[in-house]
């Protein structure tokens, strides 16, 4: 489906108030060009026809319609535009939420590749280009074609001949509406593109500020930018020149063309004496040939705004096309927890494989951790059991199930995780532990950060759990920020429990209290630990030492110290730089 006929779908969602607008539109339009007629019979009837003594009281009562019926037009037309910006707004706002909507359903592989900069361009610049198409383009254009077939109808009324000869104007619009979407179309995509590159950057650098600064790359950053911004201005430079050329220069050429046309014909018929043009019929022509130049004007300075929201409703609709995973709201029932990998293997690009072979079992209860050397396929195991990714070979299942059968919510909602750098969103701490989850209670948050030691790093903040927190918790502590996401997970009394490196950012103190924490949130659940700090894991059932995507070793502490292998060889020289780092 094309991208017009995708928006007519969406703008039929509330074509009630459309129309009703549209119907109010055409009676302010009609009595809006009744005003030249009603003049034109006041002056060939009443003035220019009367002999002798001028009646005045037929005057009076045309000159009061007259009147009424510009009142009538602005009442009308103040209607018309509350309904179609009504209408527009209704648009806008149920496409951005179903832009908004379609981006919670699309795969973690999808914004691998997309920046956040430009989904969030996506949401908001482009939605608001084609808010632009409704609130404006299409008011304007229904007003102007409703006022120009008005006026054709006069004017054939008129003089049929001479309407005949100014309908010229109508495939010489159109031929101008082609010629410049031709050109328009091309340099808009790239104004968007760019306009969503900057966006994409400059997220990415409020992201990474602290890195920019301390590595002094603000020179080349400013650099970057300008660069994007140059070719942004450079092709919006080639659009206005367009532009003018397409709004008063055009219709000032079309209107003086009008007017030689209609010189030449009313004059040349009276000259020759083969037609007798009445005053008030001059009048009213003149007033409708001037009066047909301002909804020409009106359509040929939309064009540019046309084209924009064409494009960024193409760019929106492309994302709206990507394939998502409809959100499920099925429930079933806790699992035990117990976990099979058989004979995994995973791509995130084709043929690349990461994990090569993978087969491990986790019972219920048990401690499973998670070592190797940076690439060695960690955090693709834990991707791939909350199933951010799907397996490319062999199969993950829970309780003997393969979870390709279950939905990723259904399957999620008995599943917790603590990442290393737990990531908070703006509210109070007591949100962002609930996330809006009803189930959750005040008494249960305080509970659970009872429970993992919260209280004794939180108690000194003045609200309690009530205390404001700002975008990623940037005003707390990394120890403050991983007891929340301890109290989160805890909250939610998962069956299966992911510890992504939970205590790589911590400080020693800190690090007793999360150690605390996780041996109250393991109780009872199959943990997976992803480590960092071996210390930290010898008490695991068990330990998997992953090499380049496959699993080297697996054994307890005690059985791989005694191995020799990779793990030995990893322990003793993180206990190597501990001591090193005492004796210093």
């Known amino acids: 489906m094309g991208t017009g006929k995708r928006l007519i779908k969406y703008s039929m969602q509330h074509k009630g108030i459309l129309i009703t607008g549209m119907i109010l539109l055409a009676i302010a339009v009609a009595a809006d060009l009744a005003a030249p007629l009603i003049a034109k019979e006041i002056i060939d009837n009443h003035i220019a026809g009367a002999e002798g003594t001028v009646d005045f009281e037929p005057i009076a009562w045309l000159l009061a319609v007259f009147f009424a019926t510009g009142i009538m037009t602005a009442v009308f037309r103040y209607l018309q535009y509350l309904y179609l910006q009504k209408g527009a707004n209704s648009i806008i706002k ?3 939420n179903d832009v ?19 989904v969030v361009a996506r949401i908001t610049n482009d939605t608001e280009a084609i808010r632009d198409l409704f609130v404006t383009v299409l008011s304007q254009f229904a007003t102007s074609f409703m006022y120009m077939a008005g ?12 309407a005949l000869i100014t309908l010229g104007l109508v495939p010489l619009l159109y031929g101008w509406m082609l010629f410049y979407r031709k050109f328009a179309a091309s340099y808009n995509h790239v104004v968007r593109e760019k306009l969503s590159d900057m966006n994409g950057m400059i997220n990415e650098s409020i992201q990474g500020m602290t890195i920019i600064q301390a590595f002094r790359r603000e020179k080349q950053m400013k650099e970057e930018f300008e660069e994007m911004n140059e070719k942004h201005f450079k092709f919006q430079q080639k ?27 009313f004059g040349g018929a009276a000259l020759s004496g083969s037609e007798v043009v009445t005053v008030g019929v001059l009048y009213a022509f003149v007033d409708y040939i001037i009066r047909l130049f301002n909804p020409i004007s009106g359509i040929v300075n939309q064009f540019a705004k046309l084209e924009k929201a064409l494009v960024a409703a193409e760019r929106v609709f492309r994302l709206l096309d990507e394939k998502g995973e409809a959100v499920s709201d099925e429930k079933i029932a806790r699992y035990r927890g117990n976990v099979r990998f058989e004979k995994v293997w995973f ?5 690349e494989y990461v994990l090569k072979d993978i087969s491990f079992e986790a019972k219920q209860g048990e401690t499973v951790a998670l070592v190797g ?8 195991i834990m991707n791939l059991l909350f199933r951010f990714y799907d397996v490319t070979e062999g199969a993950i299942t829970i309780d003997g199930i393969n979870v390709l059968e279950m939905s990723r919510q259904s399957m999620r909602d008995h599943m917790g995780i603590v990442l290393q750098d737990p990531y908070l969103f703006s509210g109070t701490i007591e949100s962002n532990i609930t996330l809006g989850d009803k189930r959750i209670t005040r008494k249960m948050v305080e509970g659970a950060l009872v429970a993992v030691g919260g209280e004794r790093v939180l108690k000194h903040l003045p609200k309690g759990i009530d205390e404001p927190v700002v975008e990623k918790g940037s005003t707390l502590s990394s120890g403050q920020r991983q007891l929340i996401s301890f109290a989160r997970a805890l909250a939610f009394d998962p069956a299966i429990l992911i510890l992504d490196e939970a205590t790589s950012n911590i400080d ?4 007793e209290i999360i150690q605390h924490a996780m041996n109250v949130l393991k109780k009872g659940r199959t943990t997976f630990i992803i480590a960092h700090r071996l210390s930290t894991i010898k008490n695991a059932d068990r330990i998997l030492v992953l090499d380049h995507g496959r699993i080297a070793e697996t054994g307890s502490h005690e059985e791989l110290m005694k191995l020799g292998g990779i793990y030995f060889q990893m322990y003793q020289i993180q206990s190597g730089v501990s001591q090193t780092q005492t004796v210093g």
């Open 347 to 351: 791509a995130y690009k084709e043929e």
């Open 239 to 265: 659009l206005l020149f367009l532009e003018a050329a397409a709004s008063y220069n055009l219709v000032g050429v079309l209107r003086s063309m009008t007017f030689i046309l209609f010189i030449w014909y």
């Open 373 to 380: 050397h940076t690439g060695s396929g960690k955090s693709s």
């Open 151 to 162: 006026i054709y109808v006069a004017l054939f009324y008129l003089n049929w001949q001479m």
């Open 508 to 511: 020693t103190e800190t690090e």
């Open 100 to 118: 908004y909507e379609h981006t919670q359903t699309l795969p973690i592989r999808y914004f691998d590749n997309l920046p956040a900069g430009k």
């Open 94 to 96: 149920k496409m951005r």
